[in-house]
T-cell receptor, first 114, second 117 residues
Framework: NAGVTQTPKFQVLKTGQSMTLQCAQDMNHNSMYWYRQDPGMGLRLIYY???????DKGEVPNGYNVSRLNKREFSLRLESAAPSQTSVYFC?????????????FGSGTRLTVV | KQEVTQIPAALSVPEGENLVLNCSFT??????LQWFRQDPGKGLTSLLL?????REQTSGRLNASLDKSSGRSTLYIAASQPGDSATYLC????????????????FGKGTKLSVIP
């Protein structure tokens, strides 16, 4: 099925370790996003890429870096993981800014930092 | 800053009942509003999207309405079923400075719905 694919689905890291979360979409969408979801906080935007070749900070970018590898792929990197980064991470995509286009989300990556 | 509130945080209803979930937002300058469903441990599934120029959207047993002037949206679920049990999230896409949609959705914290057989 067409959609947004995230890998891995689960990950446990030790404090200070690094890792990259991968995201790919096959809907030819221009824009891609990384959100984190925490209990009581809702979903918050970490970084987004409006189009291939551009990236911008969202609400909570500290401790993260992103790469828009091509139109399909958008990765999120934790350089030195901290317990505060324990969360569920969602990648999403959308067709640019059209009012009749919504967001499509992946199934998430559950990350635990110990 | 746009804020989105969903009340109640949790709702339990018997099977077959019609129900309404509420979403309110503080800034009426929105581009569109989207309702999502999230099952435990899963991602978000889009249910309905309402453009700012629209008043409602329907899909099967679901009907979403939008009243921009009062900053409210409702999701109506008819003849609820146990399979409807999930958390329902409302997300607003603000209008950006250029008049086009902003890239950053603002989410409510959701309403957890339990439909009792």
């Amino acid at each position: 099925n067409a959609g947004v694919t995230q890998t891995p689905k689960f990950q446990v890291l030790k404090t200070g370790q690094s890792m990259t979360l991968q995201c790919a979409q096959d809907m030819n969408h221009n824009s891609m996003y990384w959100y984190r979801q925490d209990p009581g906080m809702g979903l918050r935007l970490i970084y987004y890429s409006a189009s291939e070749g551009t990236t911008d900070k969202g609400e909570v970018p500290n401790g993260y870096n992103v790469s828009r590898l091509n139109k399909r792929e958008f990765s999120l990197r934790l350089e030195s993981a901290a317990p505060s980064q324990t969360s569920v991470y969602f990648c999403a995509s959308s067709e640019a800014l059209g009012a009749n286009y919504g967001y499509t989300f992946g199934s998430g990556t559950r990350l635990t930092v110990v | 800053k746009q804020e989105v509130t969903q009340i109640p945080a949790a709702l339990s209803v018997p099977e077959g009942e019609n129900l309404v979930l509420n979403c309110s937002f503080t800034d009426s300058a929105i581009y569109n509003l989207q309702w999502f469903r999230q099952d435990p441990g899963k991602g978000l599934t889009s249910l309905l999207l309402i453009q700012s120029s629209q008043r409602e959207q329907t899909s099967g047993r679901l009907n979403a309405s939008l009243d921009k002037s009062s900053g409210r949206s409702t999701l109506y679920i008819a003849a609820s079923q146990p399979g409807d049990s999930a958390t329902y999230l409302c997300a607003v896409r603000p209008r950006g400075y250029s008049g086009a949609g902003s890239y950053q959705l603002t989410f409510g914290k959701g309403t957890k719905l339990s439909v009792i057989p």
